[in-house]
């Protein structure tokens, strides 16, 4: 957790992107196979979330679409905050065994982040999937850095918080 809020931190630091950051390890040695963070305003582009990002980073470098395939070591993704809505999704498809999370989406969602519809079970039905989650995890620390963001001007991006109405 230590690293990825330090990416979450150094994306801010180098104006690379939003507040948040994310690893996928091996389960087994915590060996880090790749990291992520947040790309969303750099690359002009709603999906490069931290967690959309390492999982791709991911499974590029292993070569295999499929994080939990025959063969490979167990994986897991960690993250500086609980996942939105479409990082949820990607999730359930990347083959990862664990998932810890840092800050919660309630945290986000304070400094005026859309985490999107996400059902209130979602630790349930990634565990049925075969995904353990765990979260709080360095929560204090994850938190402060979405504080500090917004405190120093970071862009709070995708902010219609679900509103059906146009920006003009």
Known sequence: MDLVTTLSKLNIEQGTGGPFGAGVFRTDTYELVAPGVNLVMISRSSIAHAEIVAIMMAQQTLGAYDLGAVGLPPHELVTSCEPCTMCLGAICWSGVRHLICGARGSDAEAIGFDEGPKPGNWVSELE??????????????ATQVLKNYVEQGGEVYNSRQGSLETPR
Do not use: P
């Open 128 to 141: 049925q999937r075969g995904i353990s989650v765990t979260t709080d995890v360095g929560r204090l620390n």
